[in-house]
Structure formats: C-alpha cells, structure tokens
C-alpha cells in the first residue's frame, strides 16, 4: 500500500474521530459529572413558583437582619430582632448541591431568635438553606448560600 496525501487525510480524520469519541465515552460514563435535578417534581413546583416570589419579596426588609454564623455545633441563626419569635412558624429546608440524599428539612420552633442546625446532620461544604415562615398572616421566605 503507498501512502499518499489522500491516505494521510483519511487517517487524520479517522485519529480526530476516535479522541472525541473517547472523550464522549469518558464524560457519559464518569460518575462526577452526574448530577441530579434540584427536586423530581420540578414541573409541579414551577406552577408554584409565583408564591416563592412574593414570599421572598415579603422578606427583603428582614433578609438583611438575618445572620448566618458556623458554630462548632453547628450553624446558629439569628432572626430578626424586630419580630416575636412565639409567632414565628414555617419549616428550615438544607438542600446539598453535590448529593440529594443530604438533603433534609425540619419544622421550625423558636424557644429564642435563635435557632441552631445542629453538626450531626451537616457534611463540610456547600449548602443552601431556605427558611420558610409565616408571621402575622405573611408568608416570608430567605435563601442563603454558606459554606460549612
């Protein structure tokens, strides 16, 4: 067989072929790059969007009176001091980007304006808190991004 500039050509092209298959290969099968929707019923939840808006729009004036501090024992938050917190109902959702099975809520009860996530629960990195509430009749919403 003589190896010509045609034959070059179609080598060429056929080695290109093979490294972008390979790394197709390699990004379909690689477990790190797998990762799974924020919640199953994502549909379900878009049509309830519009309550999660106004929710955190109620919250502007309090979202900056919130404060997030990492404690040994966890993640101690502050509410506002201007709100009675015997009034204060709702739930403490802790979403974990990197795995869905961390994820965890509980009900929120206040003996204080403290309220403590305790470190059992709570793997080093990245979490999302949403803090649900209703005060006086208003449903109040507040995201925060921290890093444990």
Do not use: C
Not at 28 to 43: F, R
Not at 90 to 102: A, I, T
Request: overall charge negative; glycine content about 4%.
């Amino acid at each position: 067989m003589k190896f010509n500039w045609g034959t070059g050509i179609v080598l060429a092209f056929i080695a290109f072929i093979a490294f972008i298959m390979y790394f197709v290969i390699l990004a379909s099968t690689d477990n790190s790059a797998n990762h799974d929707l924020v919640t199953e019923e994502y549909y379900k939840e878009e049509l309830a969007y519009q309550k999660e808006i106004d929710a955190l729009n109620n919250a502007k004036d309090y979202a900056a009176q919130f404060s997030f501090v990492n404690e040994e024992n966890g993640i101690a938050i502050t509410f506002p001091p201007k709100m009675n917190y015997k009034e204060i109902e709702g739930k403490v959702s802790l979403y974990r980007p990197s795995n869905k099975h961390l994820d965890f809520d509980f009900p929120l009860s206040l003996s204080n304006k403290h309220l403590l996530i305790p470190d059992k629960r709570l793997l080093d990195g990245r979490w999302d808190i949403k803090i649900y509430w209703n005060y006086q009749g208003k449903k109040y919403l507040v995201k925060e991004s921290i890093t444990y």
